[in-house]
Structures are given as C-alpha cells and as structure tokens.
C-alpha cells in the first residue's frame, strides 16, 4: 500500500526526510499561529511583527539564536542523563508520526494496530521528562520531573480508555480503519455526513481532549512547567538547542495529538459529505487534516490562555475521580449501544 | 468620624481619648512613668522598659488588639549621619549655642535616656491609636512582644539590628535585612551614611566674585560702552 | 554477663540496627528549596527558604533584605520636600499613595491645612493610584496560578489610569506631586471627563476580571481554602488593607480614621468577606477597585473650586512635635511616625509599611501547604518589595 | 437566564478580546482585520508615544534666566546638578543709571544618570529657568553621556510645550514658557 512503487530505500528515505521536515514545521505553525498570534491578540497585542511578514519568520530567529547560545550543563548534572533527555522526548513526537495517515495511502506506517501504538510511543516521553529533571540536579527540575511523571501516567489512562470507545465503534485500531468507518458509517441511518465520532462520542472526545490538555502539559495541566512556581519545571537548565528540543517536542508533540484527535473524531483527511476519488484524497487530504487539526490546536490553545493551572492534588483527584469512571462509563455504553444496534 | 475636624468644631477637650488616658493609667498604675495627649490626634504613653510586656498586655486587655508597628528612636544628636557639610545645619548651629548631646525633652511623653522604644496600637472598636514609648537602660534590652502580638517578631528584629536593641526572649534575633556580617546600626544616629560623605555638596559652590582690584576697571569699560552706544543711539 | 545474653544483646541492637535501616530507608528526608531571591513568583527579590516534605511545606521562612534601601535613614538627611521623592518609590505601583501620609503628618505638626481643592485632588489621585496598583494585582494573581491572559489586560487597562496619573502630576510611577500645604500644580482642562471615560473601562475591566478569574472553578479550586488566616491572627500580625478585612475585620482608615480626605463627603462602603482565605482577598480586592472606580466619580462631580495651596512659607521648617500618620493604602496601612525637631528635615521617620506586616504572617500561615499554595498565598497576599524592603 | 459555567465565561472573554482586536473596525468594514488599529502596544520604533504635555522627561534650561542662584543645585535630592559661575558687570537698564552686578553661568551640569526626576529643582527656580519637556529619547551607550551640559540642556528648550489650561475651579494663573 505504497504511496508509489519505488524500493524499499528510496521509499524509506523519502518519508524519513518528510518526517524530519514535518515536525519543525508543525511546531512552526502551531507557534506562529497560536503561541504568538492567537495569544498576542487575545491580550491586546500585536505580537512579534519585524521578523518576515507579519513576524512569520520569528520563529526561525528564535531558533537560530538558540542554536547560537552556550551549551551549558550544571556542574552537578548527570551529564549523560542530561544530554539523552531531550532526545528521548523528541523520538516520542517523532515516532508519533509514523503512524498518522493523511490520505488513503499517505501514511509513513499503516500499522493495525495504530492506536495501540500511538498510546505507547506518545507516554515514552515521560520516561525523557524524569530523566531531564533527574538529571538536572535542580530541585525545581526534580519536583517538575516528578509532578510530570505522575501527571502523565495518570492521565495516560483516561486517554486510551477515551479512544477505547471510538475503537469499539470502529471495530478496528487501525487509524486508517477508524476513517474509513467514520466515512462510510451512518448514524441511525443517516449517512449523508458519515459518522464523525465527535458526534456519537462527544463524552470521549471530551475526555480525550482534557487528558491530551494534561498529557501535552498545556494549562490548566501545566504543573511541570509552572512558570510562576516551578520556573519551568523539568527543562529549567535547558538552553540552547537542548531546549529548542523539548520546545519543538512540545508543539510537535501537541500537533500530533491535535491529529489524533483529528482523525479519531473529526474523520481525519475525509472531506464529511463529499464522496472524492481516494487519488485526488491522497492530494487533498493534508490539507483536510491540516485544517481539522489547526482546529483542535486552536482548542488546545485557547484553553491555555485562558485558564489558570490546578494543584497537582486536585489534578489526580479530577483523573482518577472524574475522568476514569466516565470514560470507563462511556465504553460500557458504546458496548451496549454496539450490541443492541 | 475624622480625626482632624475643622478649627471651629474642635471641642476644647477630646473626651473620648481622656477618658482612655484614665482608665490606661488606672490599669497600668506606676508601670506609667508619663504621658502626653494631643487632642484629636494621638496619645502617647511612656512606660517603664521592664514592664514593657506588661504594658502591651494590659493595652491589649483595654481593646488594643491590632499590632501596628515597633520601633525605636534614638534621641543622640551626634554630628555623623547628619548632613554636617550642608547649609541646613549652619542655621541650626546658631540657634542652639550649646551642644545638646542628647535631646529626648522634646519627644512627646518626654524621655531620659538615648534610646526609646516605640510601639503604635490601634483599638478597632473605639478607632483609635495609642502610642507607647519607653526609655532603654544601658542594659539595652526589653522583654519580647512575640507572645502579645506574633507580629511583633519582625518588627523586633529590625529593631535589634538597625539599633542595637535586645529583645529578651526572642529566639530568633538574627538580621532581616542585613547581610549576616553586618557590623554596626545603621539607625543609630553616629553611624555615617556613606552616600553623603564619599562625594562633596555641590551645593557648597559659591559664585565667584569678581576681583576687587579689577571691580572698578570693568565697571568704567561697561559704562563707556553703554555711553557710547547711548549717544549713537 | 554470659555469653548468651551477650548473644541476645547483639541480636537486638542488630535487629534494631535493620529497623532503623528499613526506616531510613522508607524515610524520605526533608528537602530545603528556595523559592527566590530571583523567581517569578516573588515579583522582586523576596526569598522564601522552605523545608519541603515531599510538595507539603514544613517551615517557610522569608528572608528579605536584598532590596533594602535604608529610606528611614536616607530620610533624616533630607529636608521635607526631597523626602517626598524618596517615599514614593515605597510601594512603586501606588506611589503617589506613599506621599499622602508623609505629607498629612508634617501638615499635621506645622498646623497647616491644605485647601479644600487639594483635599480632593489629592484623593482622586490617591483613589487613582489605587486604582493602577490593585488592578495589576487583579491581573497579576492570574498569572501567579498559571493564566496568562489576565495580566495583560491588567497592563493594558492600568495603563490609561497611569497616563491620568501622568497628565496631572507629569510622572506615571513617581508623582513626586504633594506638597506640604497643597499640591505642586492644578489639574489640567479635560481631564475630569477623560478620567470619567477611563473609570468606565475599568470597570468593565473588573468585569472581565470576574469573568475570566472569580467565577473560573479551577480559579476557585485554586484559592478557596488556602491560606485561612483568622480574624485574631491577622489583628496581631497587624495585617492591614484587604487581607484584613478579606479576615472579616471591618476596618478601613479611610473611613475609621480618615486624616482629612474627602472621603467623609462621598457615599461608599467598605467591602469584607468573612472566608480568610485567598479567593476572599482577592475578590475584596476586585470590590475596592469597584469602589474606587465609583468613589473617583463621585469626586470628579464635586471637586471645589478654591486654591490649590495653602500659605506655607517657601523655606520650610516643622516645629519641633511627634506625628503619626497612616492612610489606607492600596497594600493596607501605610504610615509615617515623624520626630521633627524644628529643622528641615525630619529627625526620624519611621515609616510603617503594609507589606511588612503582612508578608509577617507567612511562616504561620504557609506550614502545611503545599508548593503552588506558597504561590496562591504569597500572590494573595499581594505583597511589592519596595514596601517590604524600605 | 440560567449561570454559565465559569469556565466557559472565561473562553469567552479571551475570544471577544482577541475578536477585539483583530476585527476593530465597525459597520461593514468589521471583517477587515486590521490589528495594528486594535492592539494597544505602541511598535515603538515605528511608532512613537505621545506622553503628555506635564510629562517629565529632560529638564530644559533657559540659559538667560538662569542667574547661577544655586537654588535648585542646593535643592537637589541626588546631588545631580552642578553649577559654576562668576559675577560680572552689566550695562545699566537705562540711560542715567549705574552699572550692574550679574551673574553668569560658566557651567550648568545635570547628571541625569543619578536625577531621581523629582522635579524639585525646576519647582524652586525663582527665575523661570528651569522646564520640563516630555523628551525621553536621550540613552547613551556610555553613562558619563547623560551628563549634560548647559548647551545640551538649552537644546531642549525648544521641545518645551506651552503650560496647559487649568480645569474650571482652579485659581491657578497659566505659567508662559519663555521663548
């Protein structure tokens, strides 16, 4: 199910090249967009404006300015440790990747059991975020590193349990197979549109939605970073490119969700109502995912500017009171909504 | 209800603080060595420095329960720290001839040694202020206020180290502002205050006076000039 | 003894040897973490030594000094006017606040009393610092908890009450405008009505800060029963301003003990929650700001026509005498004790600030907590470093 | 009408601010964006603020009114201002009369790395010498740059605005700058 017929190495190339290229551009966007765009003008401001037009190309100054910066590492660091961890974080976006479809056929990796997968690769970055504030020696990094650890499993729970629902419905784990059923699914009959599970699943898009806020540690889950407490939490001894690293991760990181959400429940690269060749799908579709994506990011963000963060307390006690007993409620429910219909 | 009402409603007494001076020096007895009122304004107390405690007690127990401030006054008139190089003092000089080394007779409540405490309570219910002062021995040191008022702890350490007051029964009378390694009271009147001595008064400039022996000369040539013009004119 | 019980002896101290390891072991030991001098949430350079179990604080101590500027001390060099200069850079955010109780008190020993006209300038200008100072805060405790938003509309709205500040005393933080016996200059023609239209906005401003932070629930969750501190606890910490009457205590100098503002002439009232805790400072604080939007209106309606300068004689000198004086603030309780001695400067100031006081209570009030209520508490608390350090 | 969640208040209130200022045209010209109109943040290099007419920014010395008093020097919180001049004789005012006795300024020097802006020197001067102007454009790269001398404070008299009218009620006479 290639995308074309060439050898299995030039295939390999083309799509880790692509995969390389994708994740600076995304967190491009979401940045230029939302970070400085969105939150400029919810505040009243006109954001960053000098660099390209519009300020398009700050994003590329900043980076080359944290590339020029002094790589430094606390004289106490684990320096191995110190060094792995950002890696650690960005191998989790980017193996995310690997699995989104963005047209029939475009897709690095049609795994059948994409779900599953997305589930694993997405909560190894915990694994980066404990290490990083291990080994920063900074008891700010530490508790950050520890706040994140127990944060993120947490919530992992609700996240897969949120999309157990949608497979349930789909019948498949296959990403590709849950557009497809969304595409040719029909609610109640009524099959004009499809079935976009945000309409059959809107309790689990929600809670998918709050556990990814959480997973992404977005406000008003942000306690590992925790600016005004915690001084940005786990990547507090970061500069320079290492930071850029965990900063691409993050907004990469968040893209990548906002395309999960994106194809568990808006459809993913299927234009709702319209039937298109798969050929010119496999065209159009980035550009249907784009825009279902820019719009859940924009959710994701603008929740972030607004809200205030919860305590770390209150944040477990929403995860394993409220969220857990709903989505689990909300798989017996598709279960019996699956058998009886 | 304000405290400073126009000249012709002031009553010539303020009953209400009055009536407080006499019920505090009844409470207090001989813990009160003087006192000083100004009608509508403030009373003030001086107690004796070892029943300092006793004294708060016994304004807290009158319905002074809110803990305004702690300090202390120091009463030296030493020539360091004041602005000695500036015009300002060459005025006061002349007024007082002597050297007055100590000058607590002016405070309000009066005074006997060169350090005074001073501790300001407010009475929520009757919304007024009491000021108590007492007068340091040599001995320097004064019971706590932690146990009356806990916000008296702060207030007593800045005391302790801007003048060297000890506070007996304070644990912790370390600096609060500071470094550890401080030496010296700032507060204390002989203490310098470098700023103003490391860098002279530009203020002390006078204009220079033109020469006597050239005064005469210079002033003919203005005049011819201004003759001179007059009469082109 | 034998060489059994020896045997036993050395059992039992190797058995309490193990406990003693697996309690070592289990025991996770405290952990000291300075939370300054340079943090965020200290806005300045405030440091709080904590002893942390696990997130849970065990002692909070704040250690202060590193702004400390020695005002008291500067003062007694000063003649009366430069002192001015000197104490509106207090509380910077509410400075020209800082002026009006020196200034009462050294009218007070002089016998002096400034015109009806100055009265109320002055306290529109009072209100209006009050104004610029409690709304960053209004904005600021967002930004304490997490959200971001707030604060910019904090600085964006505080802003157009600066530039009136500006447009009358020429200086947006350090008026530098009050003088003994008056104030340095009338106000400007127009600006009673630009200042009208900017207490509109920040009324909506209010609104929106209730939108978006006191009806939020995770804003609630947030400060809704963190750091109580009981009425009798903040009467003997002397705590003043909004986090005494945030404590159910109904006191407020401007209306208890007003030194002879134009308060007594206009219609308000005095806000107070009974809750103690952080919501219930920050929403007395979202009331006075309120209340003082509506109190500059209702002085801008009806400031009198007169001079602006009472007679005081160029060089000025303060007969010999005591006064305190103290003004309710935008932190609380600011006050001065002058100690004049008849000369042109003061013999000694003391100056009683708000935030010294209240930042006081911290060690009782921060035992238990955990780290982001340190931030909600100190937040609440509202403290500026300048009226703490002096 | 039934409470709205907080929370969702709270979305809204970010959402019209940024619609705000976005979209701040009214009529049917609403959907133009047009944030540059919208934003309240000045781009200070391309654009300016205006701070008002009162503001302190750099204090302008009027030289010839200046008679070397030593008034504001002496009045002077920081310290900041120095002052040197020397007497000379003047012309009489008018015919008959005798030659004066006046000062001269040799030297007028405000060190604005240590003026706490208070204005204090500027409200002692007797002779309308002394003026605020709202100017703020004066950074130096080098500290000892921001003392100026009596030439650079005389440049800036030109910037000094006129004195404003005062509000009904005031009995305050309107000051002339002199030119």
Excluded at chain 1, 38 to 57: I, K, V, W
Excluded at chain 3, 13 to 34: F, I, S
Excluded at chain 3, 373 to 383: E, N, R
Aim: aromatic fraction near 10%.
């Amino acid at each position: 199910m290639s995308l074309l017929a060439l050898p299995y190495w030039q295939e390999t190339a083309i799509k880790l090249g692509l995969a390389l290229a994708v994740i600076p551009a995304t967190s491009l966007i979401l940045v230029y967009l939302f970070l400085f765009k969105m939150m400029a003008f919810m505040q009243s401001r006109l954001g960053p404006n000098d660099t390209g037009p519009y300020g398009s190309l700050q994003l590329i100054a900043e980076a080359i300015k944290f590339l020029q910066k002094e790589d430094i590492h606390p004289a106490q660091a684990d320096r191995r440790v110190f060094r792995m961890a950002p890696i650690v974080v960005l191998a989790s976006t980017f193996l995310l990747y690997v699995v989104l479809p963005v047209g029939p056929d475009a897709v690095v990796q049609n795994l059948d059991t994409g779900v599953f997968y997305a589930m694993a690769v997405s909560s190894l970055s915990v694994l980066g975020i404990l290490m990083a504030g291990w080994a920063s020696a900074n008891k700010y990094a530490l508790l950050g590193g520890l706040r994140a650890a127990g944060q993120l499993i947490a919530y992992e729970l609700p996240l897969i349990l949120a999309v157990m629902g949608v497979v349930v419905q789909a019948e498949t784990l296959n990403l590709q197979g849950i557009v497809e059923a969304q595409a040719t699914g029909e609610i109640f009959g009524f099959g004009a549109i499809g079935n976009p599970f945000i309409l059959t699943q809107f309790l689990a898009f929600l809670i998918f939605m709050i556990a990814a806020q959480a997973e992404l540690t977005q406000t008003p889950f942000d306690m590992p970073v925790a600016e005004t407490e915690l001084v940005g939490g786990f990547h507090i001894e970061y500069t320079g490119f290492r930071f850029l690293l965990f900063f691409m991760a993050e907004f990469g990181t968040a893209f990548a969700f906002s395309a999960l959400a994106s194809v568990m429940f808006l459809g993913g690269w299927w234009i709702p109502g319209f039937d298109v060749d798969d050929k010119l799908l496999n065209i159009l579709g980035p550009g249907v995912m784009l825009a279902k994506i820019l719009l859940i990011a924009f959710f994701i963000f603008w929740v972030r500017f607004t809200y205030p963060r919860l305590r770390e307390d209150q944040l477990q006690k929403f995860a394993w009171k409220v969220l857990i007993p709903l989505a689990l409620a909300n798989i017996v429910l598709t279960g019996i909504f699956k058998v009886v219909f | 209800m304000g405290d400073q009402p126009t000249p012709e409603e002031i009553p010539p007494s303020d009953e209400e603080r009055e009536g407080l001076l006499a019920r505090l020096s009844e409470s207090l007895g001989e813990i009160l060595v003087d006192s000083h009122l100004r009608p509508h304004e403030d009373l003030w107390l001086r107690v004796r420095a070892q029943n300092w405690q006793d004294a708060a007690r016994a304004a807290k127990a009158a319905g002074f329960a809110y803990f305004g401030f702690l300090s202390a006054i120091d009463w030296h008139i030493a020539p360091e720290g004041r602005y000695e190089d500036t015009e300002f003092d060459a005025g006061l000089d002349e007024e007082d001839d002597e050297p007055v080394e100590l000058d607590a007779s002016t405070g309000y409540a009066g005074g006997d040694t060169r350090f005074q405490l001073l501790m300001q309570l407010y009475s929520l219910d009757r919304q007024l202020g009491l000021l108590i002062k007492a007068d340091l021995g040599e001995d320097m040191t004064v019971d706590t206020l932690r146990d009356v008022f806990p916000g008296a702890d702060w207030h007593e350490r800045e005391t302790h180290e801007m003048f060297g007051i000890t506070f007996h029964g304070h644990p912790t009378l370390h600096p609060l502002y500071l470094p550890t390694d401080f030496e010296g009271h700032p507060l204390r009147k002989d203490f310098p205050l470098l700023a103003r001595q490391v860098k002279p008064w530009p203020g002390v400039v006078d204009i220079e006076e033109i020469p006597e022996h050239l005064e005469a000369q210079l002033e003919a040539e203005v005049m011819a000039a201004f003759e001179a013009e007059e009469g082109g004119a | 003894m034998t060489a059994t019980s020896d045997r036993e002896q050395m059992a039992y101290v190797a058995a309490q040897a193990a406990d003693a390891r697996v309690n070592v072991e289990l025991d996770t030991g405290d952990m000291t973490l300075n939370i300054g001098p340079q943090h965020p949430a200290t806005h300045g350079t405030l440091r709080i030594a904590c002893r942390l179990d696990g997130e849970q604080i065990i002692v909070a101590e704040p250690i202060m000094g590193y702004m400390h500027r020695g005002y008291e001390k500067l003062c007694e060099v000063r003649t009366y006017p430069q002192c001015t200069t000197l104490i509106n850079r207090i509380d910077w955010l509410g400075s020209f606040a800082n002026e009006v109780p020196f200034i009462l008190a050294a009218e007070r020993l002089m016998e002096v009393e400034a015109p009806p006209r100055a009265q109320w300038i002055r306290t529109i200008l009072f209100e209006l610092s009050r104004i610029a100072n409690l709304s960053l805060f209004l904005g600021d405790m967002g930004v304490q908890i997490g959200a971001l938003t707030p604060v910019f509309f904090a600085f964006r709205d505080r802003e157009r009450v600066l530039n009136q500040i500006e447009e009358v005393t020429g200086g947006r933080f350090h008026p530098n405008f009050d003088r003994i016996g008056g104030l340095k200059d009338d106000i400007p023609k127009g600006w009673v009505d630009e200042t009208r239209s900017v207490m509109v906005k920040m009324r909506t401003f209010c609104d929106e800060m209730e939108d978006l932070l006191v009806g939020n629930e995770i804003f609630q969750a947030r400060c809704r029963g963190v750091g109580v501190i009981p009425a009798d606890v903040a009467l003997g910490h002397g705590l003043s301003g909004a986090n005494l009457r945030a404590s159910g205590v109904d006191w407020d100098l401007r209306r208890d003990a007003n030194p002879g503002l134009a308060w007594d002439q206009i219609d308000w009232r005095v806000w107070t929650h009974p809750d103690g805790d952080s919501f219930a400072r920050y929403w007395v604080r979202l009331q006075e700001t309120r209340e003082a939007t509506r109190i500059v209106d209702q002085l801008l309606d009806g400031i009198p026509s007169g001079p602006i300068m009472a007679k005081v004689p160029r060089i000025i000198k303060v007969p010999a005498g005591e006064a305190y004086i103290s003004t309710e603030n935008p932190l609380g309780e600011m006050g001065y004790y002058i100690v004049s001695k008849g000369d042109l400067g003061p013999f000694r100031v003391k100056i009683r600030t708000p935030s010294f006081n209240n930042i006081s209570v911290v060690p009782w009030v921060m035992k238990g907590v955990y780290v982001p209520d340190v931030i909600t508490i100190l937040g609440s608390l509202y403290f500026i470093l300048g009226d703490i350090d002096r | 009408m039934p409470q709205l969640p907080g929370l969702i208040k709270g979305l809204g209130v970010t959402l019209r601010t940024a619609g705000r200022t976005l979209f701040p045209k009214r009529g049917w010209k609403t959907l133009i964006p047009a944030p540059q109109k919208g934003a309240v943040t000045v781009q200070y290099p391309h654009e300016k603020e205006a701070p008002p007419d009162r503001a302190r920014g750099v204090i302008a010395l009027h030289e010839e009114n200046c008679t070397a008093c030593m008034l504001c020097s002496r009045s002077c919180p920081d310290w900041c201002i120095y002052i040197e001049g020397h007497k000379v004789k003047a012309p009489p005012r008018r015919a008959g009369g005798k030659a004066r006795t006046v000062n001269m300024v040799d030297r007028f020097d405000i060190d604005y790395a240590l003026c706490m802006y208070c204005g204090i020197c500027v409200d002692v001067c007797p002779f309308d010498a002394l003026f605020w102007t709202p100017e703020y454009e004066y950074s130096e790269p080098r500290i000892a740059d921001l003392l100026h001398d009596k030439d650079r404070l005389g440049e800036w008299m030109d910037t000094v605005p006129d004195f404003l009218e005062y509000e009904t009620g005031s009995e305050q006479k309107v000051r002339k700058v002199p030119r």
